[in-house]
């Protein structure tokens, strides 16, 4: 039982570890910030914004020993969920155990290690396909020599549900990362055949679970069937023990609505019986979002709340307490059936294409991802899949919990990025002298470097940096300069039409004040920048809104993740544009949207108008508006039709057009 946690710094972040530990927590699960998900230092120039706001910042040895001080690692079991910079992150941690005089035979934890899914969802993938492959693969060699009760990869379904995926894509999906990962580490040479099940066995998986709970249940019997048959028949694993399907679940956040949040905590506890309640197929470890996920970063007592949540199934209620209730259902046996069955034709088909890796590669996943998030989108606004306080039921008593929303949840000081970023300077200047003593990187770098050239395996090197108090930015740097980086496709121009624009239609409608905007401004189409600032990487909504413009008659010009307001604002002016639309949900939108605007004024582009979309309290959407934000969409605006529409609007507005009369 433990809850998803950490921000701000290492000291506030321990502080709360300790708190939720006295609590009943029994294990801990790390939320790294993006810079350090993506191998920045929070003083680099994507860092703006960034620095622990969706967890906690990790630039050195130093902040590893703060972040744990006092918790011995020896009895801990840690998640850390973090995955291009993952063997920096486990080396830190092995240091820092050794430090505290821990077997580091004996460490158990997880790194979530699976780059698959951040090419797909989650967008903190820094080095290309072959190279993070690599990284995964030398880990887990690594660990079933050195630390054989760590699972070196966690392999994520859960963020590809959140991108859209269907029952069948998350199954197949993650299965053919499985794969790809099992070969990898078998034709390696690292591991001998005869320590293949040791390495099966040290494999789990990260699930989500929506609020479809016969769907969701049957799916977890179907992920338990799949993955040992493949173990057993691909990779001829023998013992039933090491073809267990163990895996972890963090409920649905992309069902949480910032409409009624109070219906959230029912959504959850739905969510947490579909995962629970069949003993066959029921998760080793589980994690709750809180109600207010959707409004911003929950509070303390907000997380100790979905906590309860699973204490009360765990110790007051008998739902755990027998065989497999299910079990010798037909209902439950067909529906599993025919979850297997086509999901097994779903791997086929991307291992004809090469596996995972060539399917992320040709943009393949991430095109089909795009698409079932779309008609997903799609089935909401049309009222065809129901959602209650958002497209029924709306109508709602006054909710005591947000009375206040600026009380309602928890905000990062804005001044603990400049208390980081010194701290940062402080160790870079005296990691040599004492009383820590380092001995100088460069030399360190130097053979990570070397290490990378070759073909051997890279986490003996790793660990010499974190040794020598090597910075997580120059560590991903020097690994970047043998590597190289890479861009994901974004799968929006493959995406197909969920929405059609016909005649009549909410989008038809929409089209038609599109085009007739075109003719008044003398311009062929409608040119729309979609852009992502810093290091946010949930790229979901993005996509939506860039796929739905499109299909209403905008050029669409969208350049994926990761960008400077400075690049932004070059690529708005040199693509001539008529909006622009930013996406942030790490709550970085402060800092970054503001700038995007300033620099358009000092481009002279005073005409083009800006909206904002993410995870955006209301006191920084009036904030956001007073810098000169045309338009602020949050969650609850789930009509996608209808901000295309109001996106028309604020172009004429800024244009000096009259209003048209055509209703969005």
Not at 225 to 241: L, S
Not at 547 to 559: H, I, K, L, S, T
Request: charged share 25%.
């Amino acid at each position: 039982m433990r809850t998803y946690a950490g921000h701000s710094t290492a000291e506030a972040s321990n502080e709360l570890y300790r708190r939720n530990l006295a609590k009943g927590q029994t294990g801990l699960s790390v939320a790294f910030d993006l810079p350090t998900q993506t191998g920045y230092d929070p003083d680099h120039i994507l860092a703006r914004g960034e620095v622990g706001r969706v967890g906690v910042p990790v630039s050195h040895l130093g902040d590893m020993r703060r972040l744990f001080q006092d918790i011995p690692l020896e009895q801990m079991n840690t998640s850390m969920t973090i995955n291009a910079t993952a063997m920096w992150l486990l080396a830190l941690y092995q240091v820092v155990a050794e430090e505290q005089g821990a077997d580091i035979t004996r460490l158990q934890g997880t790194t979530q290690n699976d780059i698959v899914k951040e090419y797909l969802s989650r967008g903190t993938h820094v080095f290309p396909p072959g190279p993070s492959l690599r990284l995964t693969t030398d880990m887990i060699a690594y660990t079933v020599s050195h630390m054989p009760k760590w699972n070196p990869i966690n392999i994520c379904s859960y963020h590809l549900q959140e991108a859209g995926a269907t029952p069948v894509q998350e199954i197949a999906y993650a299965m053919s990362t499985a794969i790809a990962v099992l070969d990898a580490v078998r034709d390696g040479g690292q591991v001998p055949q005869e320590r293949m099940g040791d390495v099966v066995a040290r494999i789990s998986f990260f699930v989500n679970a929506g609020v479809r709970f016969v769907e969701e249940m049957c799916k977890m019997r179907a992920f338990g069937r799949i993955w040992d048959q493949v173990t057993r028949e691909r990779y001829g694993i023998q013992d039933p023990k090491q073809r267990r399907f163990r895996y972890g679940v963090q409920v649905n956040s992309l069902g949480l609505t910032e409409a009624q949040p109070e219906n959230n905590v029912q959504r959850i506890v739905l969510e947490m019986l579909a995962v629970t309640l069949s003993k066959d197929a029921r998760a080793r470890a589980v994690q709750l979002p809180a109600w207010n996920e959707a409004l911003g970063l929950p509070r303390p007592w907000d997380q100790q709340w979905s906590l309860r949540i699973q204490q009360v199934l765990a110790h007051e209620s008998d739902l755990l307490e027998y065989e497999d209730i299910f079990a010798g259902s037909h209902v439950i046996e067909a529906k599993v059936d025919a979850l297997v069955a086509e999901s097994l034709a779903e791997i086929e088909r991307i291992q004809e294409m090469g596996g995972a890796m060539a399917a992320v590669e040709s943009g393949y996943l991430k095109a089909e991802l795009v698409s079932s998030h779309a008609e997903r989108r799609a089935r909401i606004e049309s009222g065809q899949e129901k959602i209650v306080g958002v497209n029924i039921f709306e109508t709602t008593e006054p909710n005591p919990l947000t009375a206040d929303l600026d009380t309602a949840i928890q905000t990062v000081d804005p001044a603990v990025e400049a208390r980081v970023v010194e701290a940062l300077a402080a160790w870079r200047d005296t990691r040599y002298q004492p009383p820590f003593n380092h001995p100088r990187p460069c030399k360190a770098l130097e053979r990570l470097k070397e290490a990378a050239k070759g073909t051997g395996n890279l986490m003996e090197a790793t660990l010499e940096c974190a040794r020598a108090g090597v910075t997580t930015g120059e560590w991903a740097g020097a690994l970047r300069e043998v590597f190289g980086e890479y861009r994901a496709p974004t799968g929006v121009s493959s995406a197909p039409v969920a929405v059609t624009a016909e005649a009549g239609s909410a989008l038809g409608e929409v089209r038609a004040r599109v085009e007739a905007t075109a003719r008044e401004l003398g311009v062929g189409r409608l040119r729309f920048l979609v852009g992502k600032p810093g290091l946010d990487g949930h790229s979901n909504g993005a996509e939506q809104i860039a796929v739905r413009a499109r299909d209403a008659g905008f050029e669409v010009v969208y350049q994926g993740i990761r960008l400077t307001p400075e690049q932004i604002v070059d690529a708005a002016v040199d693509e001539d544009v008529h909006a622009v639309g930013l996406s942030i949900l790490s709550g970085s939108h402060a800092q970054l949207v503001p700038d995007v605007v300033q620099r358009l004024r000092v481009a002279g582009a005073t005409d083009i108008p800006v909206i904002a979309g993410g995870i955006i309290p209301n006191g920084d959407a009036e904030q956001l508006k007073a810098a000169g934000v045309a338009a602020v969409f949050t969650p609850k605006d789930f009509d996608i039709t209808g901000i295309i529409g109001r996106i028309v609007d604020e172009i004429r507005k800024a244009n000096k057009l009259d209003p048209l009369e055509v209703p969005a």
